[in-house]
């Protein structure tokens, strides 16, 4: 990677709107050199980049490099070693709401490496959760965080908080993926996770340091979410939320969509339940269902879940038949055995001492009873 | 249907288990008249049924139609003008748990006619529910009782309580299939409203009057209650719940299986959610969700619930990316608002008159501002 290209792509960050479908495209295109060239000189395309255009002569894009470098912000591009590959799956994979395809290079600020994210999950869901939804994402998280899988998240209220907390009780990396400049601390409440990240994982922003969280730019924001990582679960959302935007990247972009189910009486709930009604979007209950739906083929099969085998579990229809025709109380002779469980006595004698040598019944001077394990 | 057949029907009932597999598959091979006189004669078929042919000497079954007769009670077979075709659907559905194929006939109490079970939904879950599967399930049943589709459930305490009570609320029909005789009332504390079944709609069994209700009767009694209905909506079910044995019936018999989601936290959600997410069941949120699966198509038509539409949700992007520069008190000119937007001052200035125009922003003489409609 040239220095002249990284320069080249740090100039587009800095005149370009994240995930502007059109700069972006034609910039991958021709080149990040060639497309500012046609930026100065066309006036025909120019006039499709007015702002772009008109920014390009205020901007100083190596100073910016040297301050962010100053402030542990390095700006990473395709060619990087710790390029995460994944985001190429953007290039020509359309746009949701008019904004797409593959950045020009994304803000780092933090130790966590992007190339490590290939296996990550995202973790995404409402601002204003409910104490169940936190608990849940809180658990999706720190189950996949400690099978060894980074998760990925905005840095907002609700959700995107449980999910980086409960990765964080886990010892396990987490990345928040921000709107705004990865130097601001939005919602300011969030400074002291904020800080943690910067200083044990990862702050990642396409937009350049200083720029504020409009809301536009969550909705390019979210398509990196869902490219960076290999599925996306959505824990509560209302209809409206941004969380199903990212579940719209995940689904065009073939990662895995994933929803936790909630009461139906939660508003919280009602965007995650239509994701899940309209198909394409997978239930799990937990970390081991999302664990099993990202990793490759047999790698975390979940164990169905099972109700503990009660002794009669395991009898045949026809012992089943008996031990339900067998009193608790008073004793019965077989005859009465067989004749409320309609089977002939012969072979109801026989399923009875069957039954006994497991303990499930027992024979007294007056005939049968079951036992306190056959009553189970 | 002739009288001798009807008998002959009966007295299967009376000798036979519900659902005995073999009992049920060879009567309706042969017929039932000649069923009954292989299970007299010969010797060799009737190793295979010892308990039924024994019982043969034993029942009087024109004394049982007429007591049965005189309390209200009808026996209604295959032939009949009342009998509910769809449960020939059962003839070569295989079994589950040994238990299956078409009942030689169904034991009905109550004024409600089985042939307008055609487009039932069944409301099926738990004994054990929680206050918020009753909810659901009432409302679940009280919509499609509305909608006209009578609610089919079984008479346990629970979630088949809160469906009669749902539909009942709605003044629909509702049917109880029971495990017992439809003379008996289990459980107990159910006798008013197996009352008021008897009284208005109908309470039905396979199982002849005065049997007890055992266990194995109620696997037999489920793949009723999947057979009747277009429909089976499983509200609540933990993991070993036989609500989940319906709706693997209703699964075989290529009827409509659905699940409605509840808290992750909670087991009595757990066996539905295993159902959701093992595929072959829809998840539904509401009665209206149930009524749009189990309609012929297009006729029950769910509008996809929306959140509210905000005055921002109808700008193009680029008009939004003005709106979010726009301060939301002291007013900006326009040079400044196209900065922050990075767009140019022309079109800043277009938009932010169509902008006015909608009355999203104002103009004041220091420049441009939010209106309380654009800070929504």
Chains 1, 2 share one sequence.
């Not at 772009?52 to 100073?63: K, N, W």
């Not at 060619?79 to 949701?96: M, N, R, T």
């Not at 579940?247 to 972009?253: D, K, M, P, Q, T």
Request: overall charge negative; proline content about 6%.
């Amino acid at each position: 990677m040239s220095e002249d290209e990284r320069l080249a792509r740090a100039t587009i960050s800095l005149v370009a709107e994240p995930g502007d479908l059109r700069a972006l495209g034609l910039a991958r295109q021709l080149g990040p050199g060639e497309f500012l060239a046609v930026l100065r000189d066309h006036a025909d395309l120019r006039e499709s980049f007015t702002a772009a255009a008109a920014r390009l002569a205020t901007v100083d894009p190596a100073r910016v490099l040297e301050r962010a470098a100053a402030r542990g912000i390095r700006f990473v591009v395709p060619g990087d070693e710790e390029w995460p590959d994944q985001l190429d799956d953007l290039a020509g994979a359309g746009a949701l709401h008019e904004r797409g395809d593959v950045p020009v290079g994304l803000w780092v600020r933090g130790p966590g490496r992007l190339d490590q994210l290939a296996g990550a999950v995202a973790v995404v869901g409402s601002r204003t959760s409910t104490t169940y939804g936190d608990e849940v994402a809180g658990d999706v998280a720190a189950v996949v965080g400690a099978a060894g899988r980074a998760v990925v998240s905005g840095g907002a209220f609700g959700i995107d908080y449980a999910a980086h907390r409960g990765a964080l009780s886990a010892g396990a990396p987490t990345v928040a993926v921000l709107a705004c400049g990865v130097d601001r601390v939005y919602p300011t409440a969030h400074r002291p996770l904020f800080d943690h990240l910067a200083e044990h994982h990862a702050i990642v922003s396409e937009a350049p340091p200083g720029s504020a969280p409009f809301r536009i730019r969550f909705l390019a924001r979210n398509r990196l979410i869902a490219a960076l990582t290999r599925g996306t679960v959505v824990v509560e959302a209302a209809l409206r939320s941004g969380a199903l935007n990212t579940a719209s990247w995940a689904e065009r972009l073939s990662r895995v969509v994933m929803g936790t189910p909630g009461p139906l009486t939660s508003a919280s709930s009602e965007g995650v339940h239509q994701l899940l009604r309209r198909g394409g979007a997978a239930l799990v209950t937990g970390g081991a269902d999302v664990l099993e739906l990202v990793g490759a083929a047999g790698e975390a099969l979940v164990d169905e879940p099972r109700a503990p085998e009660a002794p009669r579990d395991r009898l045949s229809v026809r012992a089943r038949q008996v031990v339900d025709a067998v009193p608790t109380s008073a004793p019965a002779p077989s005859a009465s055995v067989a004749r409320v469980a309609g089977l002939g006595v012969a072979e109801v004698d026989q399923v009875l001492r069957a039954l006994a040598s497991e303990g499930l019944v027992e024979q007294l001077p007056t005939g049968w009873r079951l036992t306190e394990r056959g009553r189970r």
